[in-house]
């Protein structure tokens, strides 16, 4: 009797895992599809996951960013963001750009901190076969899928040139840097050097100049450094507008703020715009996020769409004489 239920047992067992064998068949046509399938677009079958490696929410330019991306990611069906904030330290960059890669991201958008330190982590997550849009602060070399950022040399050329016709050809500037170990930073100083022609227009003199890391604290901190070296500046030229506020703000409380020009960077409508209309900064060059276009140019990688290498986007300047009409494209 016992062999009978083993004999019965083996022969249910077998039957089994041919009805499962052949459920497992398809058909040339459906084969057809799920090789079709396979090789789509993870965008198109099932949404995808965007990964995002900000460098810090100090600054209002910066939340502005991970704001515009999160709306433009909300705007696509199936999309998931996963956000990462630095807090303004690379070693903790270059860890969250491992684990957001760790994750399985579909696209990676980092913003660095630095260009050095993130050079690496990037090149790697871009060699896994991971797209990586690099997004405002470059890194070194071409590893990596796209850039997208603002051309920062140019916007501190003609941050220069409005400076040396403002001043008319004469007077003393203070230059409040941004992080002087971003491309932002070097750009923007090296262009508004370019900009202001001190061969051609010898009496211009940069007397002070103070790397404040982007950070309004910082730039009040070192513009009163600058008040009390120097009692005849005329001009502050800060690589941000947070920054120039921080030097207005030195400057009122010195009493000197109607003797002196503020120009900054970034050109937020709440923020440099506002400063602007209010008096307080005398103009502001736009430095466009990019964050909407990132969110755009990863569904197009993932749609199958060749990327560019670099995008670059454009500047306008905001002066109180053309602050009320939009403010005027630089061309």
Known sequence: MALTKDVLACALALAFALGC???KESTPSEAHSSEAAKDAPKAKRDGFTIGLSQCNLGEPWRVQMNADITEAARKLPNVRLVAKDAQNDSLRQRAQVEELANQGVDVLIV?????????????????????VIV???????????????????????????????ALGGKGEIVELEGLMT???GQDRHSGFAEGLALGSNPGLKIVFTADMQWLEPNARREMESALAAHP??????????????GAYLAAKAAGREGKIKFVGIDALPHEGV????????????????GGAEAVQLAKDILDGKAPPKRITLGTRIY???NVERGGEEIR
Do not use: C, M
């Not at 997004?135 to 003609?158: A, K, P, W, Y």
């Not at 005849?232 to 506020?245: C, F, K, M, R, T």
């Not at 506002?274 to 996020?289: C, E, N, R």
């Open 21 to 23: 064998s052949r459920s």
């Open 111 to 131: 913003s660095p901190k630095e260009a050095a330190p993130l050079t690496k982590p990037v090149a790697e997550v871009f060699q896994k076969g991971i797209p």
């Open 135 to 165: 997004l405002d602060r470059e890194v070194e070399g071409d590893q990596f899928t796209s850039f997208i950022g603002g051309d920062n040399q140019r916007i501190g050329r003609e941050a220069g040139k409005w400076a040396a016709k």
């Open 182 to 184: 971003s491309t932002p």
């Open 232 to 245: 005849g500046i005329s001009l502050v030229y800060a690589h941000n507008d947070p920054g120039a506020h």
């Open 274 to 289: 506002q400063y602007v209309k209010s008096g307080i900064l005398d103009a502001t060059f736009t430095y466009p996020t």
């Open 319 to 321: 002066t109180r004489d």
